[in-house]
């Protein structure tokens, strides 16, 4: 007789079916995986172009429209300063500050004659979210004595002794899954209130 015994055709099924187990789970490894790095480098470049923001806004700190000294407030998870960032010659209210694990950004324009700043009309964005919880400041902050190895300023910070803004972010896109959260840094000189010329 020609032909395959049921022993035959079940030991193929057996074999198909182990192969394709084996193939499949080797597929959903590989979309998860790609998954999670690809959310991972869009965390990483969502604080790159954050710091860069930061770090440009903060060059071009600036007296506020009000006559205010540039930085309004400094602690180690936000910072608050004036710059015009629309060129539209009037200087906004930039404030960065942390939020359940989310830097948010807070722009605040000036209104009314005379000028005022009205926390009512502040507009606030997320700028980066899975910011990690460490020890070290979000920001730091040094005076012109900075010699690149001092200690920052101990909070409460005087602003007006503000020369340089250290800025610290350690994030990650998941914190329950891999891969470990990542730290950025950036230091901004604050060209428009040096001392030192």
Known sequence: MKGFSLIEILVVIFIVGLVSIV???????????SRIIGSDLS????????LKQISSELRSTSP?????????????????????????????????????SVIKKGVLKPTGNPLTYNPANETVVDLIRG????????????DSSYDGASSPLSQPVTTTAVRLIKIVI????????????????????????????
């Open 23 to 33: 193939i499949s789970s080797f597929f959903v490894d590989i979309f998860s995986l």
């Open 131 to 142: 910011v990690y919880a460490t020890t070290t400041p979000i920001f730091s902050y040094y």
């Open 64 to 100: 506020s429209s009000t006559g205010s000294y540039p930085i309004a407030e400094a602690s180690s998870t936000s910072l608050t300063f004036y710059s015009d960032t629309d060129d539209d010659g009037l200087k906004e209210r930039l404030r960065y500050f942390l939020q359940n």
């Open 170 to 197: 350690t994030a990650q896109s998941d914190p329950s899954k891999a891969p470990a959260p990542f730290t950025m840094t950036t230091g901004v000189t604050l060209r428009n209130i040096k001392d030192n010329l």
């Open 43 to 50: 965390t990483q470049q969502e604080v790159r172009v954050a």
